[in-house]
């Protein structure tokens, strides 16, 4: 079984109760001793049954002594406790006012009503109803145009230039400057354009230096945003009809491409380091007191993280393609999805249907258990916590229906939680998974356990 050991640090038993535990018992200790040795004495001194009456009244100074102790230990991890909540509570504010101002910052044609957040309610549906706002960001901004799609699907050489230097160049620009996009960012538009006319200051003609090393002088135009400078070449009697509406279109796209750069950063920055801040707080596996809703509270940060993952250009869109299939699997599998949360689904069904794999999903152990009665699966990702019937008893009831059924294939299921220690390991074998996946994951780690369950789907069962 593919389980590695647990690594997380109990930062909130080390944090939080072992500096109010150990000076409390080092006290209870001496307190202990002390009555021991007056007691001792006593009996030493005077061998009568008059001691016994002394050393009733050392049991009751130990007792109190021991109630007092408890007492102060309680009073003070509740205030430790109370401290810690109201650390969360601020860094759930700090999250609703970021996502305030990222509604703010969005053009009015991507804004959709947010959802409405109230301090009264539990930090569990806080962050669910927050993660739903950052779901709502990510989807608009997805509506925003391609700025870099673009410039690909123009004809025409096209250039754009950061402060007088390359970042961007499409395939016409390749060609005629005979450079693959990836050498020439970096350089100066200098050592590659010069202006064919000294007295105009911005020229509608310069030389190019081409593939042949010789300067070819084309017409240029310009469009300008800041620092940035998008520059398309033609030559005078080869103008493209349709530039009119690409030109209107890049002028569209270059407010929005800022827009989404600028919420990009400003969410990374301050909800990334939340989050974590937030996590180590949480890992509380061998504590007591802790509160109940602290797994469901960290599963929900998971699902935050990946989504900020996804956001930041550390997801799907963003991860390289190298060692993922990239035509039709050697073998086409049916995976499940089985998880409450929406955006956790489309993540995962994105990345599986984009290695060619037919994918379904479903929200609830109760509707896994239908799917499972109409077809058979390959390999099934069981969310752990989840409404009504959670992932433990739906891989329960699932083993069971196989079980039943000795003529049907047996199912590889992979657990997907955010608690991941020993005993939850232990927990999901003795229900009948297989694996777990940590969220939260990437795209990379999704496809290298299905190559590790399912390698003949990858063309990869004759490898030695």
């Known amino acids: 079984m593919r389980m590695p050991p647990a690594t997380h640090k109990d930062r909130l038993w080390s944090h939080l109760v072992w500096p109010l535990l150990w000076p409390l018992l080092l006290a209870q200790l001496l307190l202990v001793l002390l009555c021991l040795a007056v007691g001792l004495f006593l009996w030493l001194a005077t061998p009568d049954p008059t001691s016994w009456a002394a050393s009733g009244w050392l049991l009751l100074t130990l007792l109190a002594g021991t109630t007092l102790t408890t007492a102060a230990f309680l009073l003070q991890l509740r205030h430790r406790l109370r401290e810690c909540e109201a650390r969360m509570e601020d860094g759930l ?28 309610d539990s930090p569990p549906s806080r962050v669910e109803k927050l993660q739903a706002r950052v779901a709502q960001l990510h989807a608009r901004l997805s509506q925003a145009p391609d700025l870099a799609g673009m410039l690909m699907s123009v004809s025409r050489p096209a250039l754009l230039l950061y402060q007088e230097r390359i970042v961007g160049a499409n395939l016409a620009m390749e060609q005629l400057l005979g450079e693959r996009a990836e050498v020439l960012e970096g350089e100066s538009s200098e050592s590659r354009l010069r202006s064919a006319s000294e007295s105009d200051d911005k020229p509608s003609e310069v030389q190019v230096l081409d593939a042949e090393n010789r300067w070819r002088q084309l017409e240029v135009e310009r469009f300008e945003a800041r620092d940035y400078r998008l520059l398309l070449f033609g030559d005078r009697h080869d103008r493209l009809p349709q530039l009119g509406g690409l030109v209107a279109a890049r002028e569209r796209a270059r407010e929005d491409s800022r827009l989404k750069s600028r919420y990009l950063t400003l969410l990374q920055r301050e909800l ?60 086409p599998l049916r995976i499940l999805i089985v998880d409450d949360g929406p955006v956790n689904r489309m993540l995962a069904s994105q990345v599986l249907e984009g290695q060619g794999f037919e994918v379904n999903c479903v929200a609830s152990g109760q509707e896994a258990l239908e799917q499972r009665q109409g077809q058979p699966y390959d390999l099934v990702l069981m969310d752990i916590y989840m409404p009504d019937m959670d992932g433990i008893e739906a891989t329960r009831r699932w083993r069971e229906l196989e079980a039943s059924d000795p003529e049907g294939s047996r199912s590889v299921l992979v657990a997907l939680t955010a608690n991941a220690n020993e005993e939850d390991r232990r927990r999901f074998r003795e229900a009948g998974m297989d694996d777990y996946l940590a969220k939260p994951y990437g795209p990379r780690a999704l496809v290298d356990l299905l190559r590790y369950w399912r390698p003949d789907a990858f063309g990869e069962a004759a490898t030695p």
């Open 93 to 120: 504010q700090r999250m609703e006012r970021l996502l305030l101002e990222a509604d703010q910052i969005l053009p009015s044609w991507l804004v959709s009503p947010a959802l409405p957040v109230a301090f009264s």
């Open 272 to 331: 990334e380091p939340l989050l974590s801040d937030l996590a180590d707080e949480m890992k509380c596996a061998d504590c007591d007191p802790v509160p109940g809703n602290f797994p469901e509270l960290r599963e929900r940060l998971a699902d935050v993280a990946l989504l900020v993952k996804s956001l930041a250009g550390d997801g799907i869109g963003q991860e390289s393609s190298d060692g993922l299939l990239v035509s039709a699997p050697a073998l």
